[in-house]
């Protein structure tokens, strides 16, 4: 059975600290992993990976994808308040519209 | 700018109701999905569909029913509702993607909290 498994399951920081967060995957003919960060509703896009090694970066956020130990990682470097949120793993096989997601890491950022 | 808007905020139901929960999108999107989230199981999907009038069973469609007459709107519905059907519903929709170009990405509307009494 295909499935997706993020941890932690929650974690709180200061602000400044640098945050990793993993997602897992167990997911037949994988096609793509994506991370969205969920704050009181709809979650928001922040990155699809497909290839191995290659890092994508938005400001202080950045992912990367390890296809052969199937993991990804998000960090967030010199985190502020904003980015509390529940953070979101996706995975998507080829061939299918579905995606699994994980459970998500709460992030919480104290001032 | 994108856009998937949900019908409902906030609603409460009885049991028993029947529950329409709809949702539309203004992208042109081929693909729309209806997602329930509830504590420590994270989104877990009730039914997508690919096209008007095709449907596809997500991995908990027991107790749900969707329609997809028009290409922008989705509608998901709770024929006969129950208290463990109460949750945070979620809709999103995606193109028909080109992995090139981050054709992946679902964009959700705000969700729907129903509360079934």
């Known amino acids: 059975e295909d499935k997706v498994v993020q941890s932690p399951l929650s974690l709180v920081v200061h602000e400044g600290d640098t945050v990793t967060l993993n997602c897992s995957y167990e997911v037949t003919n994988f096609r793509s992993l994506l991370w969205y960060k969920q704050e009181k509703k709809a979650p928001t896009f922040l990155f699809m990976l497909?290839?191995?090694?290659i890092e994508k970066k938005s400001g202080r956020l950045s992912s990367i994808l390890d296809k052969k130990e199937l993991f990804s990682i998000l960090n967030i470097t010199a985190t502020q308040t904003g980015d509390s949120a529940v953070y979101l793993c996706?995975?998507?096989?080829?061939?299918?519209?579905?995606?699994?997601f994980g459970t998500g890491t709460r992030l919480k950022v104290l001032a | 700018d994108v856009k998937v808007t949900q019908s409902s905020r906030y609603l409460v139901k009885r049991t028993g109701e029947k529950v329409f929960l709809e949702c539309v999108q203004d992208?042109?999107?081929?693909?729309m999905f209806w997602y329930r989230q509830d504590p420590g199981l994270g989104l877990r999907l009730i039914y997508f569909?690919?096209?008007?009038?095709?449907?596809e069973k997500g991995d908990i469609p027991e107790g749900y029913s969707v329609s997809r007459e028009k290409k922008e709107r989705f509608s998901l519905i709770l024929e006969s509702a129950s208290t463990n059907q109460t949750s945070m519903y979620l809709c999103a929709s995606s193109p028909t993607s080109d992995v090139r170009n981050n054709g992946d990405e679902q964009f959700f509307g705000p969700g729907t909290r129903l509360t079934v009494l």
């Open positions: 497909t290839s191995s090694g």
């Open positions: 996706a995975a998507r096989a080829a061939g299918t519209y579905k995606y699994i």
């Open positions: 992208m042109d999107h081929e693909n």
């Open positions: 569909s690919y096209d008007v009038k095709m449907k």
